[in-house]
C-alpha cells in the first residue's frame, strides 16, 4: 500500500477573542474495535492529525469473545497489514488455548456444532483458521474485545488515543469551518442499559474529582462510540428522527450462566455422548434436520465446555422486555426452565440448567438500530454535515450471525477510504464533497447491513446447506473493490 504524507500540518484558527484553537483533521469517538480500526487506517495512509478519544477512566478488561470471519479480517488487512497480522496471531493463540480441556487431544481442528433436541447434527462448522482460509480466501479467528482494543491501540502512537473523555455533545461551528466535541472528564460513567460490559470503573479510585470539561474541534468526527452512541443521539435528537436516537430491543436476551460446578459424572457422560462429542461448544435448538422448520422464535442454547472443563451456556430467548425487567438469580433461572420445558428440550439439559447457580445467572437484552429502510418510517442518515456513524452507532444489532465488528471493519474501510480522498483533494472545507463521500459510504454499506440483519433476525442462513452457502458467498467471500473506490 502506499503511504502518502497527507497531512503533516497543523490546523489552527483564531477565534473571536484572539485565542489560537487547534483543529484536528479527524476525531474519532469511541477507542472500540472500529474507531481504532478507522484510526489506524488514516494514519497508516498519512492523514496524522487525528485523535481517539474514549470515555473509559482507563483502559481495562472488558468485554467478551469475539469471532473474527473472513471479511472482518480481510477489511482489517486492507486497512493495515501489521492490524491484520498482529489480530491474527492473538486470535489463533486464543484457539489453541481452548482445546486442553480434557485428557484426549481432539482428533482435528475444534468444530462449533449444530444439533437439534434429539442430537441429531444439523451442521459441524470448523474453528480452525486454515479451514475458513481454504474455504474463502481468509481465515477465522476468536479474540477477546480487550485484547482486539489493546492490539489495535498499541498501533497508534500513545498521544493519538484518549481515555477519560466522554462526549457529551457536538455542535457545528461553520465560522471556524469545524466541528466542536465537548468532552468531561469525571468519575461516572453515565448508566448504560445497552452496554455489553458494565460500565462504571468499580476497581478505579473514587475519591470524588473536578469534573473536567474540554473541546476538542475537527474537520471530520467519525463517531465509533458503540450501541448507546451519544453522538448519534445528538444528530438525531430533536429532529423528525428522534425515534432513532436510541437503539430499539431486538425481541431478544441472552440468559446465561458462566459456569456449572458439581455436574454429576454420569450427566457429564451423557451430554458428552449425545451432544458434545468431540466439540467445545454446541447449539442446540428446535430445528429438524429438514429446512423449513428452522424457527427464530425457539430458544436456542450454546452450551460450551470451558478448558477448565466447567460447563456453561448462552440461551438465546425470544421473550417480551417486560418479562426481564429486574430479574436475576432463581428468577431467572425460572424463566430460563420455563422456556425450555415449553420448548421440549430434553430432561438431560433440563436437569444440567437446574444446577446452575443462582449467582452465576446473568441476562443480556439485546438492542438494534435497524439498517432497513421503510416507506412508513424512513430512516436518517447515518451522517451530518462534518459527523458520520460508524460501527455499533450506526447498525448495532444482536450477535447471532457474528458479524458486528467484522461488519463495523468493512464500515471503517470504506470511510477511511473516502476521507483519503477528502485530504488528496484537499476538500476538507468542501461541505459538498463531504456529503457525497459520507453519502457514497451509506450507499455502499447500508445495503449489506440490511442484509445481515435480516439474516441475524430470522435465521434463514441456516434453514438449509444451499442458503448457507449463498450466504457464505455473500458475506466471506467477496471480495472489497466496492470499499476501496
Ligand atoms: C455477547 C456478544 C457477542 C458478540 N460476538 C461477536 C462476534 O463473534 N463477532 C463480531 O463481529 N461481533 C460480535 N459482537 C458484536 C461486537 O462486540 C460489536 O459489534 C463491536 O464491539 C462494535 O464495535 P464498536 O467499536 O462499534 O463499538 P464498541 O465495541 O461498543 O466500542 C465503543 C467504544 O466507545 C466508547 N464510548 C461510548 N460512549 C462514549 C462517549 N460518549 N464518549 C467517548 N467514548 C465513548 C466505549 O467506551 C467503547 O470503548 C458481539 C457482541 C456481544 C454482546
Redesign the pocket.
Known sequence: MQINQLNLRTNTVTSNSNKTMEIYDVVI???????LATAIGLHRRGIENILV????RAFRQV???????PN?LKALKYLDEQAYEAVKKTGNGFLNTQQSHDQKPAKTSPTWVYKNLQGQLIRSIPLSFDHWYQNYGEGRVSIA?YDL?TGLRNLLPPERVKAN????NVVDEPENNCVRID?VSDQKIEANPYA?WA?GDQNLDTTPQKLTTKSLRAKLIVA????????RRVLYENSPYSDFARPEYSGFT?VSCREITDVPPELQTQLAEKFFEDSPIVTISNDQTSPDTASIDEPRMMLFRRPDGLLGYILHLAVPLASLQEKSGSDLLDLAMQQLEKAGFPDVIRELVRLSPPSNMQQ?P?YIHHATTSDTKPQPAWSKGRVVL????AH?MP?FM???????FEDALAVTTLITQIAETKNWDNQEAIATAFEKYENLRRPMMAYIQRATLTKFPHSSDAEWNKYGKQVYHRNFDQLTP
Not at 457474528?402 to 463495523?408: E, I, L, R, S, Y
Request: proline residues 4%; contains cysteine.
Open positions: 469517538v469511541g477507542a472500540g474495535p472500529i474507531g478519544i474514549d470515555q473509559t468485554g467478551q469473545v469475539l469471532d473474527l470471519l472482518g474485545w482494543q473523555h466522554r462526549c457529551l468532552c455489553y460500565e465509533a462510540d458503540g450501541i448507546n452512541s451519544t453522538v441472552a443480556r439485546y460508524v460501527g455499533d452507532a448495532g450477535p457474528a458479524q458486528g465488528a467484522n461488519q463495523g
